[in-house]
Nanobody, 119 residues
Framework: QVQLVESGGGLVQPGGSLRLSCVASGPIFSINVMGWYRQAPGKERELVAVSSDDGRINYADSVKGRFTISRDNSKTTLYLQMTSLRPEDTAVYYC?????????????WGQGTQVTVSS
């Protein structure tokens, strides 16, 4: 399976920006989809943005126009550029990669990075 390590979280004031990074290692050629999810205290984990190898990108309605997902050319690093941050964006953000390796489907998660939006 692919291993994922996120970074870039922190404390930011409302209206500020942050960029999250997720570095993938292992059989990255097997990845079909990568995405960002988040989980706020007391809430279920939710999709933030997802990027497929066929070029499709989807965003949660709550982040459209504010967040941008991208991958570097080597496809080893996934980014989430977050702008115009709001207190309701506060959550632990997780990187996800899904694919098939050795004829088995997998769904890998990173350890998460905390984003706190507060004045």
């Amino acid at each position: 399976q692919v291993q994922l390590v996120e970074s870039g979280g922190g404390l930011v004031q409302p209206g500020g920006s942050l960029r999250l990074s997720c570095v993938a290692s292992g059989p990255i050629f097997s990845i079909n989809v990568m995405g960002w999810y988040r989980q706020a205290p007391g809430k279920e984990r939710e999709l933030v943005a997802v990027s497929s190898d066929d070029g499709r990108i989807n965003y949660a309605d709550s982040v459209k126009g504010r967040f941008t997902i991208s991958r570097d050319n080597s496809k080893t690093t996934l980014y989430l550029q977050m702008t115009s941050l709001r207190p309701e964006d506060t959550a632990v953000y997780y990187c996800n990669a899904a694919g098939t390796f050795d004829s088995r489907e997998y769904d890998s998660w990173g350890q998460g990075t905390q984003v706190t939006v507060s004045s």
